[in-house]
């Protein structure tokens, strides 16, 4: 899948219903104040740090290791953030240096996860939000197995214990783990039923952990 088809996706009906589920789910993880800085890593087309910046107001800035994405996603950002090409493994920024940081669905691309995950906490001042695949869920027997399919091929897939406990051992606090999208084809019923569904629930294909960075202090 290329930039343009992956954008033109979250253009169609189910998409715009998925990509504002998963919108949603990050936003109450983060929980932005008015101006805040935000870092997206491995930010793809830019589809998501173009929804949360417009949400948080605040200065922006996404990397990505895919050049020809990065380019995309800057000539598609009206609000003008700040893109670059760079491994998330290894981010280029100071300690500390955002206010919020955030991950969507592209830690579990990574090689190195935990890694990703050390270096995104560490780029964190205050708050992170890290969205993966969930294993136990109806999207993983659809997209996920044989190792997976479409735009899934190659994704690592973690249950929410698992992508819990990716955080162990890091200077973080307060983490909370959430789900969204239980029914991933996006008819009226799937609607319906993710309105009621309270975000515990272990079984929303879409995973977002969530909490606060200790910056200079150990895990608590």
Not at 49 to 74: C, F, K, M, N, S
Not at 200 to 205: I, S
Request: charged letters at 25%; one cysteine or more; a neutral charge.
């Amino acid at each position: 899948m290329d930039a343009e088809d992956y954008d033109r996706w979250y253009a169609t009906p189910r998409g715009r219903w998925i990509g504002r589920r998963e919108t949603a789910l990050v936003m109450d993880g983060l929980q932005p104040r008015r101006g805040e800085s935000l870092l997206d890593v491995g930010c793809g087309t830019g589809h998501f740090t173009r929804a949360l910046g417009a949400a948080i107001e605040g200065d922006v800035a996404a990397v990505d290791i895919d050049r020809a994405w990065v380019d995309y996603a800057r000539r598609h950002d009206e609000r003008h953030a700040l893109y670059a090409i760079a491994d998330g493994s290894a981010l280029p920024f100071a300690d500390a240096g955002f206010d919020l940081v955030v991950s969507i669905a592209a830690i579990c691309f990574m090689d190195d996860e935990r890694t990703a995950m050390r270096e995104l906490v560490r780029v964190t001042r205050r708050r992170f939000a890290v969205g993966l695949l969930n294993r136990h869920s109806l999207l993983w027997l659809k997209k996920g197995r044989n190792g997976g399919s479409g735009g899934y091929r190659g994704a690592r897939w973690h249950t929410p214990d698992e992508a819990r406990a990716l955080f162990e051992g890091l200077p973080v606090r307060n983490v909370r783990v959430a789900t969204a999208i239980h029914a991933p084809g996006g008819s009226w019923p799937a609607r319906a039923a993710e309105r009621v569904l309270p975000s515990w629930l272990p079984t929303g294909a879409f995973i977002v952990v969530s909490g606060d960075a200790i910056c200079g202090g150990a895990a608590g």
